[in-house]
């Protein structure tokens, strides 16, 4: 099934009109752990100089081998999706990794000349406390990355302890998952925290060193084209959203068969999204006439109860505004 993927990844790569793009992301599931020949079937093709090129990674999939298969194709750019530093934490995960592991990994991204890492955290795992991930947060610090990425516990039904979590249940430590508030609480301390260590807060849930503001993810939030490939990847023009069938198996079945893998298409309302998406980062959005005729009302209530600040014509969500993001998103989709 891998390779069978592989080649219809590489296929619809080939058909694709591909115009001079100067980034590349490789994420979703695992793609640390696609193996040196694999990565060069997938990349080798694609005669560009990326300005970045990210691979996701696990911690305790890395090798040397897979490393230089990296830097061979581009890449220098790597996210670890490390979660936790706190053993226990991990384990309730079903993560494997302890915070030897990340610092062995690092070391070796660094002994082979990629400097420019990213390191997840998860505020709101099960059995997390306020002493606990003040150990996360330290040890992150530690070692010293340009890029972190912190995000709040999110419970939906696709996951094995959102489900459990939904029903009520106690499995997957579904019974000991801190509070909305104490989320919350987690979240303001990590903002504070790295800022003192210089990762300012560029996006709600992303900090950088000055530089290292991640050049593909801020695509998404300006509203740049960009094209995804394979199962579930979702794809923008500028005027079209498009996505690919959700499982593997169906995206290579219908693939083999000569049948589009792509399944649904919209056209956003670009107003809309402008302050969907933009919102999200602390530079904020500058409304227009056009902007203000339409969402005035909106504009001037979330001003007016502190949720969203306005300076020299731009629009940024207040701390405050951060914590309700998703409410205050949604009243621009319905206006």
Request: proline share 4%.
């Amino acid at each position: 099934m891998e390779d069978r993927y592989l080649a219809t990844i590489v296929a619809e790569i080939a058909h694709a009109s591909l115009d001079a793009p100067d980034t590349l992301y490789l994420g979703g599931g695992t793609p640390s752990g696609i193996d040196p020949p694999a990565i060069h079937r997938l990349l080798g093709g694609l005669k560009v100089s990326w300005k970045e090129a990210t691979v996701e990674a696990a911690p305790g999939t890395l090798t040397a081998e897979r490393i230089r298969a990296w830097r061979e194709n581009g890449i220098d750019r790597v996210s670890l999706g490390v979660q936790s530093f706190v053993r226990g934490e991990l384990a309730r995960t079903g993560r494997k990794h302890d915070a030897s592991t990340v610092q062995s990994d690092v070391a070796l991204l660094r002994a082979h000349s990629i400097h420019n890492i990213s390191i997840d955290l998860i505020a709101g795992l099960p059995g997390q406390n306020s002493e606990s991930w003040r150990v996360s947060l330290e040890a992150l610090a530690a070692l010293e990355v340009p890029h972190a990425s912190v995000y709040m516990l999110e419970v939906d039904d696709d996951s094995r302890l959102g489900s459990e979590i939904l029903l009520g249940g106690k499995r997957y430590g579904a019974f000991d998952v801190p509070t909305d508030d104490q989320i919350a609480a987690f979240y303001e301390t990590a903002v504070d925290f790295l800022a003192h260590r210089g990762l300012r807060r560029y996006e709600i849930s992303n900090f950088a060193h000055p530089g290292s503001e991640s050049l593909h993810n801020l695509k998404y939030w300006h509203r740049e084209p960009y094209l995804g490939f394979g199962s579930d990847a979702h794809s923008f023009d500028g005027v079209t959203r498009w996505q690919n069938v959700e499982t593997a198996l169906e995206y290579v079945e219908r693939a083999e068969k000569g049948e589009a893998v792509r399944v649904d298409s919209t056209r956003p309302d670009p107003m809309e999204e402008k302050f969907f998406v933009g919102l999200r980062l602390t530079e904020g959005v500058q409304p227009n006439d056009a902007d203000w005729l339409r969402f005035g009302t909106a504009f001037e209530h979330h001003i007016a109860t502190g949720m969203i600040e306005s300076t020299d014509g731009r629009l940024r969500l207040t701390n405050r505004g951060i914590m309700v993001s998703n409410e205050i998103f949604q009243e621009f989709l319905a206006a």
